[in-house]
């Protein structure tokens, strides 16, 4: 998702407007916005001093760590199921 | 991974210092802070007029599209391993 394409769907995150343009659905956009506004606030109330520009850098750290690790978990089921097809 | 924990690694994200603060080994928080740094750059060559803040925000959308995805791939290919150990 960009901000340079075809559907432009407008949502609010941490009280900032922001106009997502890309080809996922709208309510897929408003899913995923409201997962990142969710992680922001969470992450915010244990770090009260942070600005809203390292916030956000460290809610991307936060979301990028548990995609790495659901990563992982899925080349493992990958590799299961493949020794499974493979007997 | 927050800012309130026990070991602490320091990473440069976007030209700014970050203390990373989790159970993860540094060579992860390196990992997962390089791949945050690189997406942020990425998505700046397409946005030129973002704002570190806005560009941070939509960086962690992005990666939050990408884990929703990946996580629905898991869900389909567990399914299909459970399907195979029912048989």
């Excluded at 995150?13 to 309510?27: F, M």
């Excluded at 520009?53 to 089921?77: G, P």
Aim: glycine share 2%.
């Amino acid at each position: 998702m960009t901000q340079d394409d075809k559907t432009r769907i407008q949502v609010k995150i941490y009280n900032q407007t922001y106009t997502i343009i890309g080809q996922e659905s709208a309510a897929h956009v408003r899913l995923v916005s409201g997962l990142v506004d969710q992680k922001m606030r969470d992450i915010k109330e244990n770090n009260e001093h942070l600005d809203t520009s390292r916030l956000a850098v460290l809610t991307a750290v936060n979301v990028m760590n548990d995609y790495i690790k659901l990563q992982e978990d899925y080349e493992m089921l990958q590799r299961r199921l493949q020794e499974k097809e493979e007997k």
